[in-house]
């Protein structure tokens, strides 16, 4: 190699250097713009069988069953708002009445009751969790000031809003276009092998949405029957947030143990503790755990197998992995990525043992 061809290696490898970073900078500029594209074809997945449905049963047009789609999922998105926000004013109301006084005085009385019932050293309540300390680096005064500011945060929501279901309705309309797109920068001969795959990767992943909203759907049934019994104030909003945590996997079952733990705690604070509070929320855990349980045998595994075509130990350890490398985050992304990763390694690398093995029930 003479210099001339090394100089023009290194010149060529540095150019490539340049137009990566500038490749990752222009992606980071526009992560808004490519988080409403994720969104919007998440839910493209999830009203797909909704349009194939109204254009092949009902013989709808692609347009009218594009609209009646959107309408159907927008109608969804508004019921699930709309059980929030009557709340949010609501709380922003109490906050704005706010008796700092009287709620230092519940809390000291539950910690008292508590301190009494289990027998514990109040010292260590007057070390930890005693209200001079609890309330000593909080101004309860700005909590109006600060759910304004959340109030406007979501404000603009709205543009997010419009700008993925205007994404989404050219999803819906036209399936193909993203597949299009990404089949413009493939090599003619392996063209059809991607596009055999898109499709096996469209149908999976509707499937495993639907089967999540599915889960959620049972978990929220469960949690609100257990919840109304009981007589838990704002039952349905209650269960709904800790179904929908249950998204998050391993990690979001225990957030949403712990919220409605001290949510329904929080529902009976003017109640006796060993008579009222303890037994409610024991009672209400009880029907958790049931939830859970019913979840993970049940729900679940019949997901998994039916949806991705996976065993769950297969998915254990693709979440455990995902969540221990990229967080929540990975944890909450791993099935349909590793789901989509199968497919494209069976359509390419059929003839392996290992990828034979994992794609077996495809």
Not at 107 to 114: R, S
Not at 275 to 289: A, E, N, S
Request: aromatic share 12%; net charge neutral; hydrophobic share 55%.
């Amino acid at each position: 190699m003479n210099s001339k061809e090394l100089t023009s290696g290194i010149v060529w490898a540095v150019v490539q250097l340049l137009l990566g970073a500038l490749l990752i900078w222009i992606l980071w500029q526009l992560q808004s713009l490519i988080v409403y594209i994720a969104i919007a074809a998440v839910m493209s997945l999830i009203g797909r069988p909704i349009n194939k449905f109204l254009a092949k049963k009902l013989h709808f047009s692609n347009l009218l069953s594009t609209v009646v789609t959107l309408l159907v999922l927008l109608g969804a998105l508004t019921f699930i708002i709309s059980l929030f926000v009557p709340l949010l004013i609501h709380q922003g109301e109490n906050l704005s009445l706010l008796d700092v006084d009287s709620l230092k005085e519940k809390v000291a009385q539950l910690i008292e009751q508590i301190s009494v019932y289990f027998q514990l050293d109040s010292r260590f309540w007057d070390q930890q969790l005693s209200t001079e300390n609890l309330f000593k680096n909080v101004n309860l005064s700005l909590l109006p000031e600060f759910l304004n500011q959340i109030l406007e945060i979501l404000g603009g929501f709205t543009i997010g809003l419009f700008s993925v279901l205007f994404i989404l309705f050219f999803f819906l309309k036209d399936s193909n276009m993203l597949e299009r797109s990404i089949l413009t920068l493939v090599n003619n001969k392996v063209e059809g092998r991607v596009a055999k795959s898109f499709e096996k990767i469209k149908n999976l992943l509707s499937r495993y949405f639907l089967g999540l909203l599915l889960q959620i759907s049972i978990l929220l049934i469960i949690y609100s029957l257990v919840l109304f019994i009981f007589g838990i104030e704002n039952a349905f909003v209650i269960a709904f947030l800790c179904a929908l945590l249950n998204l998050i996997p391993y990690l979001g079952p225990i957030i949403g143990g712990i919220l409605m733990l001290l949510l329904t705690m929080n529902s009976n604070i003017d109640a006796d503790f060993s008579t009222v509070i303890l037994p409610k929320t024991i009672y209400v855990m009880i029907g958790f755990i049931v939830g859970q349980l019913i979840d993970n045998f049940f729900s679940q595994p019949i997901i998994f197998s039916n949806s991705v075509k996976s065993h769950p130990l297969e998915i254990f350890i693709v979440i455990l992995a995902s969540g221990t490398l990229f967080g929540p985050v990975g944890m909450i992304v791993a099935v349909p990525t590793y789901t989509a990763i199968k497919v494209v390694l069976q359509e390419f690398l059929a003839a392996n043992k290992i990828v034979r093995s994992l794609t077996k029930d495809f």
